[in-house]
């Protein structure tokens, strides 16, 4: 049993980056829904409120993959929760600046959003650790 968990640790940050990246193809098609038909050129939005907006969404959706990437694999641990999550930040970390790297300033925001979401989990992770149980 303990081979299958750590099995899911290992695959886990993938799923997360799954739904993050489904989070965030979700979100923008639901702000091109809300874009005036007279603003839609070539398939995009003009709208003044869609660029914040489209960060926002981002944002959001690497925020959760963030919170998911770390903590998706230190649960499923069998052991040492908290230095898999701490890996797991760690591999968060690299990966993000990579994607960072390859995109360029305009996703500062969403990097900042996906470390938040790893600090988030990281937190819950450890108060979870600290309880008897």
Excluded: D, H
């Excluded at 937190?123 to 149980?133: L, S, T």
């Amino acid at each position: 049993m303990n081979v299958l968990r750590w099995l899911l640790v290992i695959a886990s940050p993938a799923a997360a980056l799954a739904c993050a990246f489904g989070a965030a193809l979700l979100l923008i098609s639901l702000l091109k829904w809300f874009c005036p038909a007279a603003l839609m050129i070539s398939g995009m939005c003009t709208a003044p409120w869609y660029a914040p907006a489209e960060v926002a969404a981002l944002s959001i959706a690497a925020l959760v993959g963030g919170a998911l990437f770390v903590y998706l694999p230190a649960r499923l641990a069998p052991i040492r929760a908290e230095s898999v999550a701490w890996v797991a930040i760690g591999a968060g970390c690299a990966y993000a600046t990579a994607f960072l790297w390859q995109g360029g300033a305009s996703l500062v925001v969403p990097f900042v959003a996906a470390g938040a979401g790893g600090a988030l989990a990281i937190r819950q992770v450890r108060r979870q650790a600290a309880k008897p149980r």
